[in-house]
């Protein structure tokens, strides 16, 4: 596989994600109801407090494209987006939405309906 058709790949998976978690087929952030949103950063290190709806759809997308690339360069590579049919508790997903909403990592996403 060539260089690009792995960023071709990376990028399928991250636009995949993003219409899935944060109801990225609708254009407009008004007509969403996202599974993960955003939180403000509170000026503490890795400390969020509330939905931050002035964060850009580009940045959500840089941050889950830098999820993706973690995930995958700590595990099997670019094959493992290739992989078919794999439970959800064994997919790629489920290993970015822990990095994105782990605060340790420092990217500040949570589930909607655990933020107030």
């Not at 595990?75 to 790629?92: A, T, W, Y």
């Not at 990217?107 to 933020?115: E, L, M, P, T």
């Amino acid at each position: 596989m060539d260089t690009a058709d792995k960023l071709s790949l990376l990028q399928e998976s991250v636009n995949a994600f993003f219409i899935k978690f944060f109801d990225g087929m609708y254009p407009e952030k008004v007509d969403r109801d996202p599974d993960l949103v955003k939180l403000k950063s509170n000026s503490t290190l890795n400390q969020f407090d509330g939905i931050d709806n002035e964060y850009s759809d580009f940045d959500i997308k840089m941050d889950i494209t830098k999820a993706f690339t973690h995930i995958i360069e700590k595990g099997d590579g670019i094959e493992m987006l290739k992989e078919e049919n794999v439970p959800f508790e064994d997919s790629v997903e489920r290993l970015v939405l822990e990095e994105l909403t782990n605060t340790e990592n420092g990217y500040g996403y949570d589930f909607n309906d655990d933020v107030e």
